[in-house]
Structure formats: C-alpha cells, structure tokens
C-alpha cells in the first residue's frame, strides 16, 4: 500500500517570499476563495451602508520581544494601522488578542500594552475589544499578539494593483531594510554608534495627507515582511506591468547597508515596519513628494522608479547593467514581525 506523502510547514513558509505565497494560494485561497479575498492586498474592501470599509487582521511573534525603536506592542498597531492605511482607509478600531505563556512577566506585558496605548493614540484609533489567552508553560514563547482593524477607505481614493498604468512613478518614503537590520544587531550581538533603530511608527497621517494632496493614487503598499523587493515584484505581477527601478536612488543607510553586506542580505528583501511605497502618475510627482516630505515619516521619500508595459522589475544597476529581479524563496530572518 503507497501512502501519501507528508508535508510540513517550515519557517521559510511564514516569511514572506515564493514559499509564503504557495503556501497562501495552496492551503487558504484553495478554500477560502472569495470576492473580498480574491484581490490579497493589506485589508479586504467591503461596501456597508454607503461607506467603503476596510478589514485587516495580522499575528506578531517577533523575535527578540523588545528592539531600538519599538517591542511587539508597538508593532502590532503600529502593522494593522499601515495595512489599512495602504488601502487608503482611515482608521476606525482595532482589536487585539494575547496568546500568554504561563509563567510570563506580568510587567514585561504591562511594557507591551502601554506601548500599544501611546500608537494607538498617535494614530488616532482606540483598541476596541480583545481576547486574552493563557497556554501552559513552554507553548507559546512569552507572548503572541493578533490584531484586527476596521478602517473606512477615502471617497475620493481606490489604490489597488489593477490602476497601475505605464508612465506612473514609483516613490518609497524613507530608507529602507531600517528594521530588519536593527534586529539583526540585536540578535547577533552587534553595538553599532549609532545604534540602528527599526522604522516602527504609525503612518495613518501620512499618507492621509498624501491622499489630500494627491487622489490620483493608483497603488499603496507597506514593504513589511519581504520588503520593498517583496512589494515590487507582487505589484508588477497583479498589475501586468514592467517596472524599472534605478539602484542608484533607492534610500539606504550606510549602517544598514554595512549590516546586509556583513551577513550576506540583500537589502531589498528585508523588512520596514515604517514605510511607504507610492505608484502613482508623474505629472503628481511634486504635489506628492512635498505632501509625504511635509510629515516626519516621510521626510526621506524617494523617487525609485517608473512603470512601463511589459513584466517584471528590472534593477537598473549602479554600475550602468540590468538585472531582473527575482523574489526568493523565502524572506532571509525568521520571526521578523
């Protein structure tokens, strides 16, 4: 008798990448399809008595607990707030729900909510209701947090991959990788002068100033885990376009940069937690820049790139070469949100 051969997840499964994507279409677009689902952008768009609402949930488990800039409570608001306002929605609660370990420090987790209190507040969005569970000791690791948010989308904006057009531009509001590089410090014991601080932040007001500036927007998207390369190859491929990025403009910090070539990590793969990537027509491009650049999360945007008809990103080298670029099978830092 021939038995089916087993699968198992790996951790390659959860962090972004060809391997997470799989995952996705294989085991939950298989049969969970639907019309909200179907597009897989930040949120799920609904209609609900006239309003446009938005819908997003997410699950944090990052690895160490506490980094420059920020812990896993400031994360995960500061996620579920980004992925709606990639939608263009604003906004209205969240939820939160605590997976605890037994034995777990009881002040570490009142570090983690107070965390939680302060963006939530800088984002203007209460933390509605919740769920707190308790496993046995060794089951969970100290703390997992999922959080849920409702955010109603802006009449006058609609970003999706689908509005994508040759001759739109590409812009990313700071440097890049900032967060995946301050827990690679942490994790490996590197002291670095200054110390690299993860991106971390709410960006709700933001790109709300940018939507004011600028309605046109056809696509928004945070560059979380598998980072702004992860973003870029997901857009060009639902929006059936080309994009043709120059090197040579894409924001790194010399820091961040030292970091990825130490270990061998590919900048564009590794993860933000506190940005932004805008494609939008460029005839926008100065209402655009000076909106976001007028915020203090935005003030290191970046013109990276522009649209054309084809497929694909192609990496326009500094050397003056191209390359295209390729996703990897899997993000390069396990447990990174």
Request: glycine share 12%; net charge negative; hydrophobic share 45%.
């Amino acid at each position: 008798m021939i038995s089916e051969k087993k699968e198992y997840i790996r951790l390659i499964d959860g962090e972004g990448g060809r391997a997470t994507s799989r995952l996705i279409e294989d085991v939950f677009v298989r049969r969970f399809r639907n019309e909200f689902l179907a597009p897989l952008g930040d949120a799920a768009i609904a209609d609900f008595h006239g309003a446009r609402i938005a819908f997003t949930t997410d699950a944090f488990v990052v690895e160490p607990r506490i980094f420059p800039g920020g812990d896993i409570g400031k994360l995960a608001v500061c996620g579920t707030v980004n992925d709606l306002a990639a939608a263009g929605a604003k906004p209205l609660m969240l939820s939160a729900a605590f997976v605890l370990e037994e034995g777990f420090d009881r002040t570490e987790l009142a570090g983690f909510t107070e965390s939680m209190a302060l963006a939530a507040k800088e984002a203007g969005v209460p933390i509605a209701c919740g769920d707190t569970k308790v496993v046995h000791r060794g089951k969970a690791d100290g703390v997992f947090i999922t959080t849920s948010g409702i955010g109603e989308v802006v009449p006058t904006c609609a970003p999706t991959a689908g509005m994508i057009l040759p001759g739109d531009i590409i812009a990313v509001s700071g440097d890049i990788a900032r967060h995946a590089a301050s827990i690679v410090a942490i994790r490996e014991g590197l002291h670095t002068d200054p110390q690299i601080e993860s991106d971390c932040s709410p960006l709700w007001g933001m790109v709300e100033g940018a939507l004011e500036a600028v309605p046109e927007i056809h696509a928004m998207r945070d560059p979380t885990r598998g980072g702004l390369g992860g973003v870029l190859t997901e857009l060009a491929a639902q929006s059936r376009s080309r994009f043709i990025v120059e090197e040579s403009t894409i924001p790194i910090s010399q820091q961040v940069a030292n970091i990825c070539d130490l270990y061998g990590y590919d900048p564009l793969f590794m993860a933000c937690e506190g940005r932004m990537v805008f494609i939008f027509p460029e005839i926008f491009r100065d209402e655009l820049l000076g909106a976001v650049g007028a915020n203090p999360y935005g003030k290191g945007i970046a013109v990276i790139g522009r649209v054309e008809a084809g497929e694909g990103v192609v990496i326009e080298t500094k050397s003056g070469g191209r390359r295209l670029l390729v996703e990897p099978e899997g993000a390069p830092l396990p447990r990174i949100c």
